[in-house]
Nanobody, 128 residues
Framework: QVQLGESGGGLVQAGGSLRLSCAAS????????MGWFRQAPGKEREFVAL????????WLADSVNGRFTISRDIAKHTVLLEMNSLKPEDTAVYYC?????????????????????WGQGTQVTVFS
């Protein structure tokens, strides 16, 4: 069992930055791939970013590539999502997710159903 808790969301003007944090507890943190997803009102939850167990490789959705960065601090059991050049279309509830069976080279593993553990979400609102 893994418990996840996000923080760092808020209200920001377009072009601004936010840093989201996900704190993990429970099972061995380094066993898990960690991901960020987001869900805007009326839309399905979508993949944002993924990082491997060691924190040495990451994958980003095309919509955020070049603006967002995912990282992890294994000692602190946290995953960060640095979000820059924010746009109104980035407005959503952002969720942290974890699973130990993810294969980043398999398209299906970018879907929410592949992740066993989820946080409660944190709201990000970007206004123009």
């Amino acid at each position: 069992q893994v418990q996840l808790g996000e923080s760092g969301g808020g209200l920001v003007q377009a072009g601004g930055s936010l840093r989201l944090s996900c704190a993990a507890s429970g099972r061995t943190f380094s066993d898990y791939y960690m991901g960020w997803f987001r869900q805007a009102p009326g839309k399905e939850r979508e993949f944002v970013a993924l990082i491997n167990r060691a924190g040495s490789s990451s994958w980003l959705a095309d919509s955020v590539n070049g603006r967002f960065t995912i990282s992890r601090d294994i000692a602190k059991h946290t995953v960060l999502l640095e979000m820059n050049s924010l746009k109104p279309e980035d407005t959503a509830v952002y969720y942290c997710a974890a699973d130990n069976r993810i294969n980043p080279y398999r398209d299906s593993d970018y879907r929410e159903r592949e992740y066993a553990y989820w946080g409660q979400g944190t709201q990000v609102t970007v206004f123009s």
